[in-house]
């Protein structure tokens, strides 16, 4: 053998050595702060309005998704040879033919008086006010078989969570209706106080839209009896026994949302039939209430933040595919109740026991550059010790964030870790985990956009999540789930 054939093939062995070594590492260099920016302005832009699901604007925003997706370098792995997984949005509504007589005084729907959720109910009698009453004083009140009216009160409801006025009519609701219903009240009037008085007008857009299901989830009306909020002006109507005639009729229908799915293949023979799924939600809150003159609810952190992000690690994942395939799923209708994300577990696009991982994200673009949050990441809610390693070694190998522990406590008043869309995947027994940044005063506000996110904080995350897909796309073992692992609330 002479010199110069063993110096040839020394070389080879030296590049190929060289290659492994360099395909350990992921191609952090592929992500462009540049290229978040850019697709941030574009996603989170007035044009989509919002992105609410169900509506043509989500429709809208989707198309541009799936361009972005395949620029990005991803294959299809929705329906039919496409990027779209569609499904049926179930939507409940008080219908405008429902009334409301008490005493000599008719209401007006949505003017004098509010409805909390959906139900068909015809309750003719006797209405009892109850004053300022707590809860476990109402056995006082002879309420069997009657209507019980009752002031509103923020005691004993924790004020410390975001968002606290618009969410207050469904704390005073939590904070009564059991007890009510024990009691055998057919109905129940809530008089506001101050605190529901500024909420009247956060709250009509949502209490007029009505609730939302999908397959397995809230396809139905509830048989729950009627909650009702008139205005404390307005609380002579309730006192002094009055009779009551309230005819509730609600409509069910059901129109498309969709979830954009794509996938870059791995490498390995056999590994590239497991799957990494990097999860983010590509819907928000379409045109509401104003605030600051604004009426459109962009979502740029919340969660256009995320979606940019997935399309940064694709770019990477192009240039360099990893040993385990990535499915990339840009949920619709996480807003309406994480219903994109319950059809998709429901109803995946790969067997669901080929997916090995979920990294969520959603809200990764703002507050503090050097703090984060993993939830999943602690007991209760850790559900996979070893892919919670892997996103601890990636933060310690570059990010360096320091861990907000207390947004995964289970007593954590925003109940944080049950709000997103790795909740249906945990349920169903795959290894999941959520960053985020975590919540901030412009949150679900016409103010979340683009140019006040934080894009050092989002490509920080970016990066983030990006190294911990890579160690559980290169692992030679996956991620396992910790036996006996159970959610609840």
């Known amino acids: 053998m002479n010199r110069k054939y063993i110096l040839s093939i020394l070389s080879v062995l030296l590049f190929s050595f060289g290659s492994a070594q360099n395909y350990k590492k992921p191609l952090v260099s592929a992500i462009k702060e540049a290229d978040l920016k850019k697709d941030m302005y574009e996603l989170a832009a007035d044009q989509f309005w919002g992105r609410e699901a169900g509506t043509l604007d989500e429709l809208k ?79 006082q009140f002879n309420i069997k078989g009657k209507v019980l009216a009752i002031n509103a009160s923020d005691k004993n409801i924790d004020k410390e ?49 009505g ?84 009426t459109i609810y962009n979502g740029a952190d919340d969660n256009a933040s995320t979606c940019v992000a997935m399309l940064a690690m694709a770019r990477a994942y192009k240039k360099q595919p990893g040993k385990r395939s990535i499915l990339f799923v840009f949920h619709g209708a996480e807003e309406r109740g994480l219903l994109g994300s319950r059809w998709h577990a429901a109803h995946p696009v790969v067997p669901k ?75 169903i027994g795959i290894p999941s985990i959520f960053f985020t940044s975590v919540l901030h005063d412009q949150y679900h506000t016409p103010q979340d956009e683009s140019e006040n996110i934080n894009f050092k904080k989002l490509y920080k995350m970016t990066e983030w999540m990006y190294r911990t897909s890579w160690k559980a796309a290169n692992e030679a073992e996956h991620p396992k789930v910790i036996s006996n692992f159970t959610l609840e609330r």
């Open 61 to 139: 925003v989707s198309m541009w998704l799936a361009d972005k997706a395949k620029e990005a370098g991803m294959k299809p792995a929705g329906d039919n040879g496409t990027f779209f997984q569609f499904f049926d949005m179930y939507r409940h509504q008080v219908i405008p033919q429902s009334s409301l007589k008490i005493g000599n005084s008719s209401l007006t729907l949505w003017k004098d008086f509010l409805v909390a959720e959906p139900v068909n109910a015809s309750v003719d009698g006797e209405i009892v006010y109850a004053g300022t009453t707590e809860p476990d004083k109402l056995s």
């Open 161 to 209: 969570m975001t968002l606290f006025v618009r969410r207050y009519p469904g704390f005073v609701r939590t904070k009564y209706y059991n007890k009510a219903l024990e009691l055998g009240a057919k109905a129940v009037i809530f008089i506001t106080d101050d605190i529901s008085e500024k909420s009247w007008v956060e709250v009509l857009p949502q209490m007029t839209r």
């Open 211 to 294: 609730t939302y299901g999908v397959e397995g989830l809230r396809e139905k009306i509830t048989d729950n009896i009627p909650v009702i909020w008139i205005k404390r002006e307005n609380a002579g109507w309730v006192k002094n026994n009055p009779k009551i005639a309230l005819n509730l009729i609600t409509e069910t229908y059901k129109y498309p949302s969709v979830n954009i799915i794509g996938k870059i293949e791995g490498t390995d023979p056999k590994l590239k039939e497991e799957y990494v799924l990097l999860s983010g939600h590509q819907d928000h809150d379409g045109i509401r209430h104003p605030v600051k003159n604004d």
């Open 353 to 427: 026991e080929k997916i090995v991982a979920v990294l969520n994200g959603d809200m990764i673009g703002r507050n503090d550059n050097n703090e984060a949050a993993l939830l999943g990441g602690n007991a209760p809610h850790k559900n996979s010790e070893e892919l919670v390693k892997m996103a601890e070694d990636a933060n310690n190998e570059s990010t360096k964030f320091k861990y907000l522990k207390d947004w995964d406590s289970p007593n954590h008043a925003e109940y944080f870790y049950f709000r997103s869309d790795h909740l249906p995947y945990a349920k």
